[in-house]
């Protein structure tokens, strides 16, 4: 009688070491956490809101900053910079506007009144930049909030604050 042979099954598998393959992954892993680039994310603003709806001791404390009220006056909105008065724009350039028929301010009149604050702004801390405080009314559409902050980015200005407007005093 022929023998047969007997083939145990552990004796042709190869054997792989995964010490190297493991080191490989860890590697090409930390090399892409170190390439890449994370994008900062948009519409962030760096600012100061206050905190207790607008009271009167929820303001920022800023010397010499640059006040751009915002009301809502008559069916339109009307804007102060500084206590001066913005004139109003020549075009309807909004649904807002264009709803009510009455145009909004002059957003290029604004801009270079605050581009002129800030040429001439003084910093009296460490801080460098102008400090722009954006005074609405409960009732001003926020795009015109949101052009003053465009015009603020556009200007460099990082520097921003959002209060309630004053109320005289009765």
Do not use: C, H
């Given at each position: 009688?022929?023998?047969?042979?007997?083939?145990?099954?552990?004796?042709?598998?190869?054997?792989?070491?995964?010490?190297?393959?493991?080191?490989?992954?860890?590697?090409?892993?930390?090399?892409?956490?170190?390439?890449?680039?994370?994008?900062?994310?948009?519409?962030?603003?760096?600012?100061?809101?206050?905190?207790?709806?607008?009271?009167?001791?929820?303001?920022?404390?800023?010397?010499?900053?640059c006040r751009v009220t915002l009301l809502y006056q008559a069916d339109q909105v009307v804007v102060y910079a500084d206590q001066a008065q913005v004139p109003t724009s020549d075009v309807l350039d909004s649904d807002f506007e264009n709803f009510t028929g009455v145009p909004g301010p002059d957003l290029i009149y604004l801009e270079q009144h605050i581009l002129r604050r800030k040429d001439t702004y003084v910093s009296l801390g460490s801080d460098s930049s102008l400090p722009v405080v954006i005074d609405f009314a409960e009732k001003v559409p926020y795009k015109y909030v949101i052009d003053v902050l465009n015009i603020c980015a556009k200007l460099e200005i990082e520097n921003i604050a959002f209060a309630q407007p004053e109320t005289p005093m009765d």
């Open positions: 009688m022929a023998r047969r042979k007997v083939v145990d099954p552990d004796a042709n598998k190869a054997e792989a070491d995964m010490t190297p393959m493991i080191d490989v992954v860890f590697l090409l892993l930390i090399f892409f956490m170190l390439a890449t680039k994370f994008k900062m994310p948009e519409g962030t603003l760096r600012s100061y809101l206050p905190k207790n709806k607008g009271e009167s001791n929820s303001r920022p404390m800023l010397s010499e900053n």
